[in-house]
Nanobody, 124 residues
Framework: QVQLVESGGGLVQAGGSLRLSCAAS????????MGWFRQHPGKEREFVAA????????YYANSVRGRFTISRDNAKNTVFLQMNSLKPEDTAVYYC?????????????????WGQGTQVTVSS
């Protein structure tokens, strides 16, 4: 059973920073790509960032490129999302997810395992 637990969300002023963490259970963490998604109230879940199993390939939504950085520590079964220059429109519930064996990095439907989410609120 795969368990993903996010932490690090909270309230921050516009222009500030937060670092999200996602701790994964299981011995196969390093075999899989990981992703971060977010969901605004009343909207569908959207792609934010993803990283391949080795950590040497990363992918970002246009809305966060240059401000957010995804990284991973396979020794600690953890993936991170460093969020800088936060904007009020970044306010959402953020989820980490483990990708399927292959396929799109961008589609939520290609991620069979999800965490419970962590709230990020950016005040103006």
């Amino acid at each position: 059973q795969v368990q993903l637990v996010e932490s690090g969300g909270g309230l921050v002023q516009a222009g500030g920073s937060l670092r999200l963490s996602c701790a994964a259970s299981g011995r196969t963490f390093s075999n899989y790509a990981m992703g971060w998604f977010r969901q605004h109230p009343g909207k569908e879940r959207e792609f934010v960032a993803a990283i391949n199993w080795a950590g040497d390939l990363t992918y970002y939504a246009n809305s966060v490129r240059g401000r957010f950085t995804i990284s991973r520590d396979n020794a600690k079964n953890t993936v991170f999302l460093q969020m800088n220059s936060l904007k009020p429109e970044d306010t959402a519930v953020y989820y980490c997810a483990r990708r399927a064996d292959s396929g799109s990095y961008y589609l939520p439907s290609n991620y069979p395992y999800w965490g419970q989410g962590t709230q990020v609120t950016v005040s103006s």
